[in-house]
């Protein structure tokens, strides 16, 4: 059974860092995109940053130039650098797995808090 563990979550001070991993168990992470994704509450989950199972990346607008995806396929892990934090960054991140833009393995989240 292929599962999703994310890690790295926690409370920080707005302008601080902080880097999230997800590790998958399975085949299935070296053919797939992968990507985190957050959810605040009263909002819809979206997308942060993902990464293609080559190594191309894409970012929201929120997370360019403070977010840095990057993968280690050797250790079937997705990371995920956050550097500058924000309130507004306050929420449950999520990695996905699946075919590009269409993630269809989920972990269990993890919870981001930035205080200001």
């Known amino acids: 059974q292929v599962q999703l563990v994310e890690s790295g979550g926690g409370l920080v001070q707005a302008g601080g860092s902080l880097r999230l991993s997800c590790v998958a168990s399975g085949s299935i992470f070296r053919v797939s995109a992968m990507g985190w994704y957050r959810q605040a509450p009263g909002k819809q989950r979206e997308l942060v940053a993902r990464?293609?199972?080559?190594?191309?990346?894409n970012y929201a607008d929120s997370a360019k130039d403070r977010f840095t995806i990057s993968r280690d396929n050797a250790k079937n892990t997705v990371y995920l650098q956050m550097n500058s934090l924000k309130p507004e960054d306050t929420a449950v991140y999520y990695c996905?797995?699946?075919?590009?833009?269409?993630?269809?393995?989920w972990g269990q989240g993890t919870l981001v808090t930035v205080a200001s």
């Open positions: 990464i293609s199972n080559l190594g191309s990346t």
């Open positions: 996905g797995a699946g075919p590009w833009g269409n993630p269809t393995l």
